[in-house]
Protein backbone atom coordinates (compact mmCIF):
# COMPACT_ATOMS: atom_id res chain seq x y z
CA UNK A 1 0.00 0.00 0.00
CA UNK A 2 1.37 3.45 -0.86
CA UNK A 3 0.26 6.60 0.57
CA UNK A 4 1.79 9.89 -1.06
CA UNK A 5 4.78 7.81 -2.77
CA UNK A 6 5.89 6.35 0.76
CA UNK A 7 4.97 2.75 1.48
CA UNK A 8 2.57 2.49 4.61
CA UNK A 9 1.55 -0.75 6.60
CA UNK A 10 -1.77 -2.19 7.65
CA UNK A 11 -2.96 -1.34 11.09
CA UNK A 12 -5.74 -2.02 12.65
CA UNK A 13 -6.89 1.90 13.52
CA UNK A 14 -9.84 1.29 14.51
CA UNK A 15 -10.08 -1.62 16.94
CA UNK A 16 -7.55 -1.06 19.02
CA UNK A 17 -7.80 3.59 19.04
CA UNK A 18 -11.34 3.75 19.39
CA UNK A 19 -11.67 4.88 22.85
CA UNK A 20 -9.59 7.51 22.04
CA UNK A 21 -11.52 8.77 19.21
CA UNK A 22 -14.55 8.30 21.32
CA UNK A 23 -12.51 10.91 23.48
CA UNK A 24 -11.91 13.63 20.37
CA UNK A 25 -15.41 13.68 19.91
CA UNK A 26 -16.48 14.51 23.20
CA UNK A 27 -13.86 17.04 23.54
CA UNK A 28 -14.67 18.31 20.13
CA UNK A 29 -18.24 18.88 21.53
CA UNK A 30 -17.49 20.28 24.70
CA UNK A 31 -15.25 22.71 23.35
CA UNK A 32 -17.37 24.04 20.84
CA UNK A 33 -20.22 24.36 23.01
CA UNK A 34 -18.14 26.46 25.50
CA UNK A 35 -16.53 28.57 22.79
CA UNK A 36 -20.10 29.22 21.96
CA UNK A 37 -21.14 29.77 25.39
CA UNK A 38 -17.92 32.05 25.84
CA UNK A 39 -19.08 33.83 22.51
CA UNK A 40 -22.37 35.30 23.86
CA UNK A 41 -21.00 36.30 27.16
CA UNK A 42 -21.11 40.57 27.98
CA UNK A 43 -17.67 40.84 27.66
CA UNK A 44 -17.48 39.64 23.82
CA UNK A 45 -21.19 39.93 22.58
CA UNK A 46 -20.36 43.43 20.87
CA UNK A 47 -17.09 42.36 19.76
CA UNK A 48 -16.40 43.17 16.04
CA UNK A 49 -15.01 39.50 15.58
CA UNK A 50 -18.88 38.10 16.73
CA UNK A 51 -19.90 35.74 13.55
CA UNK A 52 -23.27 37.34 14.05
CA UNK A 53 -21.88 40.69 12.62
CA UNK A 54 -20.99 38.46 9.65
CA UNK A 55 -24.64 36.96 9.34
CA UNK A 56 -26.02 40.45 8.71
CA UNK A 57 -27.05 40.87 12.91
CA UNK A 58 -25.80 44.06 13.35
CA UNK A 59 -27.78 45.68 16.29
CA UNK A 60 -25.90 46.39 19.30
CA UNK A 61 -27.21 44.13 21.83
CA UNK B 1 12.84 54.32 16.04
CA UNK B 2 9.74 54.04 18.44
CA UNK B 3 6.71 52.07 17.41
CA UNK B 4 3.68 54.54 17.83
CA UNK B 5 1.70 51.35 19.29
CA UNK B 6 2.13 49.31 22.17
CA UNK B 7 3.74 45.73 21.56
CA UNK B 8 2.16 43.10 24.17
CA UNK B 9 4.54 40.20 24.17
CA UNK B 10 1.36 38.10 23.83
CA UNK B 11 0.64 39.68 20.33
CA UNK B 12 2.79 36.52 19.03
CA UNK B 13 -0.16 34.20 19.53
CA UNK B 14 -2.81 35.87 17.95
CA UNK B 15 -4.32 33.82 15.22
CA UNK B 16 -5.56 35.37 12.28
CA UNK B 17 -8.15 34.56 9.83
CA UNK B 18 -6.56 33.61 5.87
CA UNK B 19 -9.60 32.27 4.46
CA UNK B 20 -12.89 32.69 5.41
CA UNK B 21 -15.66 30.37 5.44
CA UNK B 22 -19.30 32.46 5.93
CA UNK B 23 -23.00 31.62 5.96
CA UNK B 24 -26.19 33.37 6.80
CA UNK B 25 -27.63 30.30 8.47
CA UNK B 26 -25.10 28.08 10.45
CA UNK B 27 -21.68 28.92 12.42
CA UNK B 28 -18.87 27.14 9.80
CA UNK B 29 -16.04 29.07 11.90
CA UNK B 30 -14.72 25.87 12.81
CA UNK B 31 -13.94 25.37 9.09
CA UNK B 32 -12.02 28.96 8.71
CA UNK B 33 -7.95 28.33 7.46
CA UNK B 34 -6.24 30.22 9.98
CA UNK B 35 -2.56 30.63 11.15
CA UNK B 36 -3.39 27.39 13.41
CA UNK B 37 -4.46 25.85 10.29
CA UNK B 38 -1.70 26.95 7.95
CA UNK B 39 1.17 25.57 10.86
CA UNK B 40 -0.55 22.50 11.15
CA UNK B 41 0.04 21.70 7.57
CA UNK B 42 3.35 22.94 8.00
CA UNK B 43 3.97 20.14 10.49
CA UNK B 44 2.33 17.45 8.68
CA UNK B 45 4.46 18.59 5.58
CA UNK B 46 8.04 18.22 7.51
CA UNK B 47 6.83 14.82 8.68
CA UNK B 48 6.12 13.35 5.43
CA UNK B 49 8.72 14.93 3.77
CA UNK B 50 11.26 13.55 5.98
CA UNK B 51 9.21 10.22 5.20
CA UNK B 52 9.80 10.92 1.51
CA UNK B 53 13.54 11.89 1.74
CA UNK B 54 14.32 8.52 3.44
CA UNK B 55 12.66 6.07 1.62
CA UNK B 56 12.94 7.69 -1.75
CA UNK B 57 9.81 9.10 -2.49
CA UNK B 58 7.37 8.67 -5.78
CA UNK B 59 10.18 6.38 -7.58
CA UNK B 60 11.05 4.44 -4.71
CA UNK B 61 14.61 3.47 -5.89
CA UNK B 62 16.65 3.07 -2.76
CA UNK B 63 16.93 -0.42 -1.17
CA UNK B 64 18.36 0.79 1.99
CA UNK B 65 17.17 4.55 2.79
CA UNK B 66 18.89 7.39 2.70
CA UNK B 67 20.88 9.28 5.57
CA UNK B 68 17.32 11.11 6.49
CA UNK B 69 16.47 7.14 7.22
CA UNK B 70 18.18 7.84 10.50
CA UNK B 71 16.96 10.46 12.03
CA UNK B 72 13.38 8.36 11.95
CA UNK B 73 15.21 4.46 12.81
CA UNK B 74 16.68 6.48 15.83
CA UNK B 75 12.97 8.63 17.14
CA UNK B 76 11.29 5.05 16.31
CA UNK B 77 14.00 3.38 18.23
CA UNK B 78 13.87 5.65 21.29
CA UNK B 79 9.80 5.47 21.52
CA UNK B 80 9.73 1.67 20.99
CA UNK B 81 11.91 1.48 24.01
CA UNK B 82 10.06 3.69 25.90
CA UNK B 83 6.79 2.03 25.34
CA UNK B 84 8.15 -1.66 25.82
CA UNK B 85 10.29 -0.36 29.04
CA UNK B 86 6.97 2.06 30.29
CA UNK B 87 3.81 -0.85 29.09
CA UNK B 88 5.23 -3.92 29.00
CA UNK B 89 3.67 -7.60 29.21
CA UNK B 90 2.21 -8.19 25.26
CA UNK B 91 -0.07 -5.42 24.14
CA UNK B 92 2.72 -2.52 24.14
CA UNK B 93 2.96 -2.93 20.39
CA UNK B 94 -0.72 -1.50 19.47
CA UNK B 95 0.17 1.70 21.72
CA UNK B 96 3.11 2.70 19.83
CA UNK B 97 1.83 4.35 16.98
CA UNK B 98 -0.46 6.64 18.79
CA UNK B 99 3.08 7.53 21.16
CA UNK B 100 4.83 7.78 18.10
CA UNK B 101 2.39 9.75 16.33
CA UNK B 102 1.84 12.45 19.43
CA UNK B 103 5.94 12.23 19.61
CA UNK B 104 6.83 13.63 16.40
CA UNK B 105 3.80 16.04 16.09
CA UNK B 106 4.62 17.64 19.30
CA UNK B 107 8.81 17.66 18.66
CA UNK B 108 8.14 19.05 15.01
CA UNK B 109 5.58 21.70 16.04
CA UNK B 110 7.68 23.02 18.88
CA UNK B 111 11.09 23.00 16.39
CA UNK B 112 8.28 24.96 14.16
CA UNK B 113 7.54 27.05 16.65
CA UNK B 114 11.28 27.80 17.73
CA UNK B 115 12.21 29.46 14.40
CA UNK B 116 12.07 33.36 14.47
CA UNK B 117 8.54 35.02 13.61
CA UNK B 118 6.67 31.78 13.59
CA UNK B 119 3.72 30.40 15.40
CA UNK B 120 4.28 28.61 18.04
CA UNK B 121 1.96 25.80 17.49
CA UNK B 122 1.87 24.30 21.05
CA UNK B 123 1.24 27.38 22.90
CA UNK B 124 -2.20 27.44 22.21
CA UNK B 125 -3.45 26.41 25.43
CA UNK B 126 -7.18 25.30 24.19
CA UNK B 127 -5.53 22.68 21.73
CA UNK B 128 -3.09 21.17 23.79
CA UNK B 129 -5.06 20.68 26.74
CA UNK B 130 -7.66 19.47 23.87
CA UNK B 131 -5.54 16.59 23.25
CA UNK B 132 -5.14 15.98 26.91
CA UNK B 133 -8.21 15.96 27.55
CA UNK B 134 -9.36 13.18 24.88
CA UNK B 135 -6.72 11.07 25.62
CA UNK B 136 -7.52 11.30 29.40
CA UNK B 137 -11.26 10.34 28.27
CA UNK B 138 -9.68 7.64 26.02
CA UNK B 139 -7.67 6.19 28.47
CA UNK B 140 -10.79 6.07 30.77
CA UNK B 141 -13.17 4.35 28.56
CA UNK B 142 -10.08 2.13 27.18
CA UNK B 143 -9.75 0.95 31.01
CA UNK B 144 -12.90 0.51 31.33
CA UNK B 145 -13.27 -1.96 28.80
CA UNK B 146 -10.38 -3.73 29.60
CA UNK B 147 -10.74 -4.44 32.87
CA UNK B 148 -14.31 -4.25 33.83
CA UNK B 149 -15.36 -3.09 37.27
CA UNK B 150 -11.75 -4.22 38.09
CA UNK B 151 -10.64 -0.71 36.80
CA UNK B 152 -11.63 1.07 40.31
CA UNK B 153 -8.86 -1.12 41.97
CA UNK B 154 -6.69 1.89 40.08
CA UNK B 155 -7.96 4.29 43.05
CA UNK B 156 -6.75 1.99 46.08
CA UNK B 157 -3.14 1.08 46.03
CA UNK B 158 -2.25 -1.91 47.48
CA UNK B 159 -1.58 -2.69 51.01
CA UNK B 160 -3.71 0.09 52.50
CA UNK B 161 -5.18 -0.23 55.89
CA UNK B 162 -8.87 -0.45 55.81
CA UNK B 163 -9.80 2.79 57.45
CA UNK B 164 -7.55 4.95 55.50
CA UNK B 165 -9.58 4.17 52.00
CA UNK B 166 -12.31 6.41 51.36
CA UNK B 167 -9.43 8.83 52.22
CA UNK B 168 -7.22 7.45 49.93
CA UNK B 169 -9.78 6.87 47.09
CA UNK B 170 -10.71 10.62 47.29
CA UNK B 171 -7.18 11.60 46.80
CA UNK B 172 -6.51 9.20 44.03
CA UNK B 173 -9.38 10.25 41.99
CA UNK B 174 -8.60 13.52 42.53
CA UNK B 175 -4.90 13.05 41.36
CA UNK B 176 -6.34 10.58 38.44
CA UNK B 177 -8.88 13.53 37.33
CA UNK B 178 -5.98 16.13 37.29
CA UNK B 179 -4.02 14.45 34.96
CA UNK B 180 -6.35 15.64 32.23
CA UNK B 181 -5.21 19.12 32.21
CA UNK B 182 -1.71 19.02 33.76
CA UNK B 183 -0.68 16.39 30.99
CA UNK B 184 -1.57 19.01 28.66
CA UNK B 185 -0.74 22.38 30.63
CA UNK B 186 2.92 21.25 31.04
CA UNK B 187 3.34 21.48 27.39
CA UNK B 188 1.35 24.31 26.68
CA UNK B 189 2.81 26.38 29.96
CA UNK B 190 6.45 25.61 28.96
CA UNK B 191 6.41 27.02 25.59
CA UNK B 192 3.94 29.67 26.46
CA UNK B 193 6.26 30.88 29.44
CA UNK B 194 9.67 30.53 27.27
CA UNK B 195 8.51 31.82 24.25
CA UNK B 196 7.10 34.82 26.73
CA UNK B 197 10.68 35.39 27.97
CA UNK B 198 12.37 35.47 24.82
CA UNK B 199 10.24 38.42 23.49
CA UNK B 200 10.51 40.22 26.84
CA UNK B 201 13.94 40.10 27.09
CA UNK B 202 14.80 40.08 23.42
CA UNK B 203 12.77 43.38 23.62
CA UNK B 204 14.33 44.77 26.56
CA UNK B 205 18.18 44.71 25.21
CA UNK B 206 16.79 45.81 21.50
CA UNK B 207 15.91 48.72 23.62
CA UNK B 208 18.61 49.31 25.28
CA UNK B 209 21.11 48.48 22.08
CA UNK B 210 19.26 51.43 20.15
CA UNK B 211 20.38 54.35 22.95
CA UNK B 212 24.14 54.98 21.98
CA UNK B 213 27.25 53.39 20.85
CA UNK B 214 28.38 52.48 23.94
CA UNK B 215 25.09 50.66 25.13
CA UNK B 216 25.50 49.05 21.62
CA UNK B 217 28.70 47.41 22.75
CA UNK B 218 27.37 47.11 26.17
CA UNK B 219 24.13 45.31 24.96
CA UNK B 220 26.23 42.27 23.78
CA UNK B 221 26.70 40.65 26.84
CA UNK B 222 22.72 39.93 27.90
CA UNK B 223 22.50 39.43 23.84
CA UNK B 224 24.83 36.42 24.66
CA UNK B 225 22.24 34.97 28.02
CA UNK B 226 20.00 35.03 25.81
CA UNK B 227 21.65 33.10 23.11
CA UNK B 228 21.76 30.73 26.13
CA UNK B 229 18.32 30.59 26.80
CA UNK B 230 17.37 30.21 23.56
CA UNK B 231 19.64 27.15 23.71
CA UNK B 232 17.71 26.38 26.30
CA UNK B 233 14.88 26.65 24.97
CA UNK B 234 15.02 24.03 22.23
CA UNK B 235 16.44 21.61 24.39
CA UNK B 236 12.92 22.16 26.34
CA UNK B 237 11.40 22.29 23.13
CA UNK B 238 12.54 18.05 22.28
CA UNK B 239 12.43 17.28 26.13
CA UNK B 240 8.43 17.98 26.43
CA UNK B 241 7.98 16.56 23.54
CA UNK B 242 9.94 13.37 24.80
CA UNK B 243 7.73 14.02 28.65
CA UNK B 244 4.08 14.71 27.04
CA UNK B 245 4.79 10.91 24.78
CA UNK B 246 6.50 9.56 28.35
CA UNK B 247 3.56 10.18 30.34
CA UNK B 248 0.95 9.35 28.08
CA UNK B 249 2.67 5.89 27.87
CA UNK B 250 2.41 5.53 31.39
CA UNK B 251 -0.95 6.71 31.65
CA UNK B 252 -1.28 4.00 29.41
CA UNK B 253 0.03 1.24 31.60
CA UNK B 254 -2.14 2.16 34.33
CA UNK B 255 -5.30 1.74 32.08
CA UNK B 256 -3.84 -1.38 31.10
CA UNK B 257 -2.20 -3.27 33.35
CA UNK B 258 -3.73 -1.11 37.03
CA UNK B 259 -0.59 -0.14 38.44
CA UNK C 1 -7.47 52.18 39.10
CA UNK C 2 -3.92 52.99 40.10
CA UNK C 3 -4.44 50.70 43.02
CA UNK C 4 -5.90 47.94 40.77
CA UNK C 5 -2.61 48.66 38.55
CA UNK C 6 -0.59 48.42 42.21
CA UNK C 7 -1.69 45.39 42.99
CA UNK C 8 -1.54 43.82 39.36
CA UNK C 9 1.97 44.22 39.42
CA UNK C 10 2.49 43.37 43.12
CA UNK C 11 0.50 39.93 42.61
CA UNK C 12 2.80 39.49 39.43
CA UNK C 13 6.13 39.78 41.81
CA UNK C 14 4.31 37.28 44.44
CA UNK C 15 3.93 34.65 41.55
CA UNK C 16 7.20 34.64 41.09
CA UNK C 17 8.16 33.29 44.26
CA UNK C 18 7.21 30.01 43.46
CA UNK C 19 10.29 29.72 41.25
CA UNK C 20 11.97 29.10 44.88
CA UNK C 21 10.36 25.53 44.62
CA UNK C 22 11.57 24.59 41.13
CA UNK C 23 15.10 25.29 41.78
CA UNK C 24 15.34 23.31 44.80
CA UNK C 25 13.71 20.44 43.01
CA UNK C 26 15.60 20.84 40.21
CA UNK C 27 18.60 21.00 42.36
CA UNK C 28 17.84 18.00 44.48
CA UNK C 29 16.81 15.93 41.11
CA UNK C 30 21.03 16.57 40.10
CA UNK C 31 22.14 15.97 43.28
CA UNK C 32 21.01 12.37 42.99
CA UNK C 33 22.26 11.95 39.90
CA UNK C 34 25.58 12.82 41.19
CA UNK C 35 25.12 10.65 43.83
CA UNK C 36 24.18 7.89 42.03
CA UNK C 37 26.60 8.07 39.65
CA UNK C 38 30.02 8.45 42.12
CA UNK C 39 28.12 4.70 43.97
CA UNK C 40 27.55 3.66 40.86
CA UNK C 41 29.30 4.78 37.51
CA UNK C 42 28.05 2.29 35.51
CA UNK C 43 24.92 3.35 35.93
CA UNK C 44 25.43 6.78 34.13
CA UNK C 45 23.62 5.99 31.09
CA UNK C 46 20.35 4.50 32.68
CA UNK C 47 20.20 7.23 35.38
CA UNK C 48 20.68 10.35 33.01
CA UNK C 49 17.54 10.38 31.23
CA UNK C 50 15.66 9.74 34.11
CA UNK C 51 17.51 13.08 35.38
CA UNK C 52 16.31 14.41 32.45
CA UNK C 53 13.17 13.71 32.94
CA UNK C 54 13.03 14.95 36.64
CA UNK C 55 14.58 18.53 35.60
CA UNK C 56 11.77 18.59 32.87
CA UNK C 57 8.88 17.95 35.18
CA UNK C 58 10.37 20.16 38.06
CA UNK C 59 11.31 22.93 35.92
CA UNK C 60 7.03 22.78 34.39
CA UNK C 61 5.73 23.44 37.94
CA UNK C 62 7.91 26.34 38.43
CA UNK C 63 7.17 27.54 34.53
CA UNK C 64 3.69 27.67 36.17
CA UNK C 65 4.56 30.68 38.44
CA UNK C 66 6.01 32.31 35.57
CA UNK C 67 3.46 31.90 33.08
CA UNK C 68 1.13 33.26 35.88
CA UNK C 69 3.04 36.09 36.25
CA UNK C 70 3.12 36.68 32.57
CA UNK C 71 -0.42 36.53 31.84
CA UNK C 72 -1.32 39.21 34.88
CA UNK C 73 1.69 41.47 33.55
CA UNK C 74 0.59 41.15 29.78
CA UNK C 75 -2.78 39.12 29.52
CA UNK C 76 -5.22 40.56 32.16
Request: include cysteine.
Amino acid sequence: MKFLGVKVYRFPLVKYYWPFFVGFGLTFYGVAKIQNAMMDTAEFINDPRHPRFKKGDLEKK
Amino acid sequence: MTNNYINSPLDQFIINNLLEINSPFLNLSTLNFSTFSLYTLFVVLVISLTFILSIGGESNNLVKGSNWLIAIEAIFDTILNMVKGQIGGSVYGRYVPLVYTLFTFILVANLIGMVPYNFALSASLIYIIGISVSLWIGLTILGLFLNKAVFFSLFVPSGTPLPLVPVLVLIELLSYTARAISLGLRLAANTLSGHLLMSILGNLVKNLMSINYFTFIFGLIPLAGIFAIVILEFAIACIQAYVFAILTSSYLKDSIYLH
Amino acid sequence: MQLVLAAKYIGAAIATIGLTGAGIGIAIVFAALINGTSRNPSLRNTLFPFAILGFALSEATGLFCLMISFLLLYGV
